[in-house]
């Protein structure tokens, strides 16, 4: 929440709620540089204003997702790395995502908009911060957006466990789109067609499946060990 606070775009947005001694610690810390003023509330009554089961601390900020940037300006100049997700529909596997690709320096993350969460509730929690500071492009066919990004100059590589390279060996330094399907289905055909190659993860434990949100960290990793100059 307090990324949200801190980013520029939220200026003017939403209702910030706070128990007092939260609003006396927002004020003293300066934490809302964008001139956020809470309602000041107790407790109980913050809770009566969230969705069921929400934990507030002392501290709400309601406000609609983020609109998301045009697809043309994360891609352009073509450099470092984009994360693609393909139907990837569970909140906490997208935050977890959002948070790796924020870790290991990715340009942003794309998704289709009618196959993905919206980012906030579960999903904004699990990326902790990470939505408010990563571009997210929401865009209508994956498939039409990978050929935008290659007249840019991106390469796309898919992450599929039965692909005919390792990911080590697919990686070669180019600026890179990592496409990531779900863990039931995997990448769809149309945009596994579009990928330059389709690469698999390595497992010598002999254990044939991974959280998806934990292939795409080993794949921004080693996307990251590939880069020039690293």
Known sequence: MLAALANPARKGMGRLMATPDRAVELERERLTPHGHRPDVMEAAEIARLLPAGAVHQGLAFK???????PLAELGDPAEGVIVMLDQITDPQNVGAIFRSALAFGARGIV??????????GALAKAAAGATERLPCARVTNLSRALE????????????????EVSLENALDGQPTVLVMGSEGDGIRR???????????IPMPGGFESLNVSNAAAIALYEAGRNRPGT
Not at 190 to 200: F, I, K, N, T
């Open 148 to 163: 935008t990004l290659a007249e840019l100059g991106w390469r796309a590589v898919g992450l599929d466990g039965a692909g």
């Open 63 to 69: 406000v609609a997702p983020l609109e998301g940037v």
């Open 190 to 200: 149309l945009v596994a067609e579009h990928c330059d190659v389709l690469a698999r």
């Open 111 to 120: 998704v289709q908009d009618r196959h993905s969460p919206a980012l906030a």
